[in-house]
């Protein structure tokens, strides 16, 4: 069966530091790649996404970028955190259009 | 931007009663999914409706879908304790590999 890992679970971080979250897929090959952020009590709001390695898509301008290094893992990174990166990351998979996410259980990134 | 608003954004009810959240989106779809998420946790799949279904059933989830008002509805009937969350809708358009997800409703079903 697939499984989906994420971690950290939770991260502090001083404004100005770098950021690495990381995100695998086990029991499946060649999936879509998201990952989503969600600020307290909204909706979420997609960040990058990747149908294959080395392909990322970015939806939101910011300082975070995004790398499919290999087949099942996507990892986000950021080179200076500012207060405004705090919130609720998430990460997801599908097989292909038409299916439904199966999501990570998220990190809680805060910035002070 | 948000593709899909829910309404309401918060619904109490007592436990038995049945629940109905709403979400419209703007432009036409390929399929549309309904999520849950408990608090500070990740969000479960619930149902997707493809864009040519009208209904579809998961024990005590009813979801159907209007093409032509861009509408969709979740019952949830018999509501329990154990059903308070978030609930979201995320649609898929033609051509394009993500979902977009609306607001969400939040339900707290009361003991």
């Known amino acids: 069966s697939q499984t989906i890992h994420q971690w950290p679970a939770t991260l502090v971080q001083p404004v100005g530091s770098p950021l690495s979250l990381e995100c695998t897929v086990e029991?499946?090959?060649?999936?879509?790649l998201y990952w989503y952020r969600q600020a307290a009590g909204r909706g979420l709001q997609l960040l990058f996404y990747?149908?294959?390695?080395?392909?990322i898509s970015s939806e939101v301008p910011q300082n975070l970028s995004a790398s499919r290094p290999q087949d099942r893992q996507f990892i986000l990174s950021s080179k200076k955190l500012l207060l405004s990166d705090s919130g609720f990351y998430l990460c997801?998979?599908?097989?292909?259009?038409?299916?439904?996410?199966?999501f990570g259980s998220g990190t809680r990134l805060t910035v002070v | 931007s948000q593709q899909g608003e829910e309404d309401p954004q918060a619904l109490s009810i007592q436990e038995g009663e049945n629940a109905t959240m709403n979400c419209s989106y703007k432009?036409?779809?390929?399929?549309l999914q309904w999520y849950r998420q408990n608090s500070g946790r990740g969000l479960v799949h619930l149902i997707l409706?493809?864009?040519?279904?009208r209904e579809k059933h998961s024990g005590r989830l009813r979801v159907t879908l209007d093409t032509s008002k861009k509408s969709s509805s979740l019952l949830i009937t018999a509501s329990r304790a154990a059903d308070t969350a978030s609930y979201f809708c995320?649609?898929?358009?033609?051509?394009?590999?993500?979902?977009?997800f609306g607001t969400g409703t939040r339900l707290k079903v009361l003991a």
């Open positions: 997801a998979w599908r097989p292909g259009t038409g299916y439904g996410y199966t």
């Open positions: 029991g499946t090959s060649n999936p879509n």
């Open positions: 990747s149908v294959g390695i080395g392909q």
């Open positions: 432009t036409s779809i390929n399929n």
């Open positions: 409706i493809r864009s040519n279904e």
């Open positions: 995320a649609t898929d358009s033609f051509g394009t590999y993500k979902y977009i």
